[in-house]
């Protein structure tokens, strides 16, 4: 009975140390637990921003796309027709045939007492860069036309032949008749109508009427 009082208990012994080693292993599953959460989320995160940022590029490329693409009517000098306009930087050869038209009147068939609210008008769609040359030129015009009030000009696009459009220019065939007094001068050629579009507007650069074989003659 004596020896049996005294000897040691295996399980009394035993039990921290096994309670020491599943403490250990939860710590330790825990802690893997948590670094796989952690890179699942980074990743997760990490996904999540390319989605945002590739959606974010595609909407950029829509709208640019839709703004280049927009049409867009620049200048009222007609109306009624559903081909005159342009579409990014690209004017229709419709819009350009009724605009460039439209210069060659202001620009060609005017009077003494006409000239200068003509010139005016087209003087409103001339490029910056431009404007102080084209209005320097038509107020010499005005002041010439002021020494001969008698004189007229007429100018009219010639039907039979087409109107050649460029990507920075526009050569117009037509026919420019003087009447100064009892004189009368014919001379047939092409306005030459230089011209660019930013923004979707056009600008006016020159307008020159070039006689038949090239030969600048803006008066």
Not at 58 to 74: C, D, E, G, K, M
Not at 168 to 180: E, H, N, Q, S, Y
């Amino acid at each position: 009975m004596n020896n049996a009082s005294v000897e040691p208990s295996t399980a009394s012994n035993d039990a921290p140390a096994d309670r020491l080693g599943w403490s250990r292993k939860l710590f330790v599953n825990k802690f893997v637990n948590d670094i796989d959460n952690l890179w699942a989320e980074n990743g997760l995160l990490k996904l999540l921003a390319l989605l945002s940022f590739m959606a974010s590029l595609v909407l950029s490329t829509t709208v640019w796309v839709q703004a280049q693409n927009t049409r867009v009517i620049v200048v009222p000098f007609a109306s009624g027709s559903p081909d005159l306009l342009i579409v990014g930087d690209r004017p229709s050869s419709e819009y350009l045939s009724a605009i460039s038209r439209n210069i060659v009147t202001l620009t060609g068939t005017f009077t003494a007492a006409t000239a200068e609210y003509q010139f005016t008008e087209v003087l409103k769609y001339a490029h910056p860069s431009a404007f102080v040359e084209m209005r320097d030129k038509w107020n010499g015009m005005v002041q010439s036309l002021r020494q001969y009030r008698e004189a007229t000009f007429a100018t009219y696009v010639i039907p039979q032949q087409p109107i050649e459009i460029y990507s920075d220019r526009i050569l117009v065939p037509a026919m420019r008749t003087r009447f100064v007094g009892d004189k009368v001068r014919e001379e047939t050629g092409q306005v030459e109508i230089k011209y660019t579009v930013e923004n979707g507007r056009f600008w006016l650069l020159s307008v020159d009427f070039l006689v038949k074989g090239g030969r600048p003659d803006a008066n």
